[in-house]
């Protein structure tokens, strides 16, 4: 089984600066999924496979990575981004989908 | 436009059942993989359950297998999540998904999501 460790927990970044939150997978994995879910609002679909903007997400978003680092990059930060964000993944053997533990971005 | 609407949330007592509908629109909801996924409150996301387009398969996690059925009826294009021997770990708003389908192949990724059922299981 794979375990998905996200990190920062939470992060605080003013509007226009960078951020990079990164998922740790425990063992190597081909790809990776990010949702976006804003307080009291149902998850939407952000990035997937690794770096492909699902439709309608601003092109500061990028995803990156491979093996067992991911990462999710907003360029410049705007204060409609605060949300908290979640990677994804999915094992094989035996089949199960994984989410990591989510990072809470914070706008100051 | 893709819309999940889940329903049949509530409050239950610990040991009795529950079942979630989940009515489906705006899309060919028999090409799809679907999916249930559960967050606790203050909590991140966990995968419950998923099935295959036609019924035939179906995948869950240890913490739901055996207490959680997961069945769809494509002719009703609703998804559905019968809950037994509740806990009060299974409090949670239970999510609707749709898996992804591209290139060709059916995907893990969940594209599409409803706007949540609560479900609380107390005494």
């Known amino acids: 089984e794979t375990v998905l460790t996200q990190s920062p927990t939470t992060t605080a970044a003013s509007p226009g600066e960078k951020v990079t939150i990164t998922c740790h997978a425990s063992?190597?994995?081909?790809?990776m999924h990010w949702y976006q879910q804003k307080s009291g609002a149902s998850p939407k679909l952000w990035i997937y496979?690794?770096?492909k903007l699902a439709s309608g997400v601003p092109n500061r978003f990028s995803g990156s990575g491979s093996g067992t680092s991911y990462s999710l990059i907003i360029s410049s930060i705007e204060t409609e981004d605060a949300a908290t964000y979640y990677c994804?993944?999915?094992?094989?053997?035996?089949?199960?989908?994984?989410f990591g533990s989510g990072t809470k971005l914070e706008i100051k | 436009e893709v819309q999940l609407v889940e329903s049949g949330g509530g409050l239950v007592q610990p040991g009795r059942s529950l079942k979630l509908s989940c009515a489906a629109s705006?899309?060919?909801?028999?090409?799809?993989?679907m999916a249930w996924v559960r967050q606790a409150p203050k909590k991140g996301l966990e995968w419950v359950a998923t099935?295959?387009?036609?019924?035939?398969?179906?995948y869950y996690p240890d913490s739901v297998k055996g207490r959680f059925t997961i069945s769809r009826d494509n002719a009703k294009s609703s998804l559905y999540l019968q809950m037994n021997s509740l806990k009060s770990e299974d409090t949670a708003t239970y999510y609707c998904?749709?898996?992804?389908?591209?290139?060709?192949?059916?995907?893990?990724?969940?594209?599409?999501w409803g706007q949540g059922a609560s479900v609380t299981v107390s005494s």
């Open positions: 998904a749709r898996h992804g389908y591209y290139d060709g192949y059916y995907h893990d990724v969940m594209d599409a």
């Open positions: 705006g899309f060919t909801f028999s090409n799809y993989y």
């Open positions: 099935i295959s387009t036609s019924g035939s398969r179906t």
């Open positions: 063992s190597s994995v081909s790809y």
């Open positions: 496979d690794t770096s």
């Open positions: 994804q993944q999915k094992s094989s053997d035996p089949p199960k989908l994984t």
